[in-house]
């Protein structure tokens, strides 16, 4: 079945500065969505990318899907600590097929 | 900002005992479904539910998992005979539509079998 990995798994950075988290996936993706998990809160959705080697903004929030669609990034510029959490990649695999395939996750934590 | 909730928040539970846990998505979604984090790991999807029947579920939701609409409302996950490695964290999630739909998550259901 569909694979999503995530590299790193854990990540610790001094406030301020830049972390990037990585997904791959096992099979060629649809869609790929970024969640950010708190610690001890649920799933939070970020964004959503469709398009071969789509960029999307979100203020210090930087996402790229892979032109290939089977990869993706998240990269945060200038930590804060509201950033701390795990950042999970979810994958769908056909448009109008709801299941999602959660990748590993990256924990980032950072050192104030 | 409407919102998915979730009851109970914890559930502790004998081994082989039946656990129904409850959910009321968001009112105008049509799209319903249930996920599971054992502590510490990823989010796994169970199953997905529209126009009262299940239109996805993975390995997971076997024969001991089931679902159902009771009322216009609420979305319950039943698991007839729990095991101890039902432990985990159910999130129920709900969409407006299918396809490239943000899913909004509730802030689920600890469950503990012991």
């Known amino acids: 079945g569909q694979q999503v990995m995530q590299i790193p798994q854990y990540q610790h950075v001094q406030e301020g500065e830049d972390f990037t988290t990585y997904c791959n996936s096992s099979t060629t993706l649809s869609n790929i969505q970024w969640y950010k998990q708190r610690p001890g809160g649920h799933p939070v959705f970020l964004i959503q990318l469709v398009k071969s080697g789509e960029v999307k903004k979100q203020k210090r929030l930087t996402f790229q899907f892979g032109e290939a669609k089977k990869n993706s990034s998240l990269h945060i510029t200038a930590t804060q600590t509201t950033d701390v959490g795990t950042y999970f990649c979810a994958g769908g695999p056909n448009f109008g097929n709801e299941k999602l395939t959660f990748g590993t996750g990256t924990r980032l934590t950072i050192i104030p | 900002e409407p919102e998915v909730t979730q009851t109970p928040s914890h559930q502790v539970t004998q081994m082989g005992q039946e656990v129904i846990l409850r959910c009321v998505p968001i009112s105008n979604h049509l799209y319903f479904y249930w996920y599971r984090q054992i502590l510490g790991q990823k989010v796994e999807f169970l199953v997905s539910f529209y126009n009262n029947e299940i239109s996805e579920k993975s390995e997971i939701f076997d024969d001991q998992f089931s679902v159902e609409r009771p009322d216009g409302s609420n979305f319950t996950l039943k698991i007839r005979s729990t095991k101890l490695e039902d432990s985990a964290m159910y999130f129920c999630?709900?969409?407006?539509?299918?396809?490239?739909?943000?899913?909004?998550f509730g802030p689920g259901t600890r469950l503990l079998v012991l």
């Open positions: 999630a709900s969409s407006e539509l299918a396809g490239f739909q943000t899913q909004y």
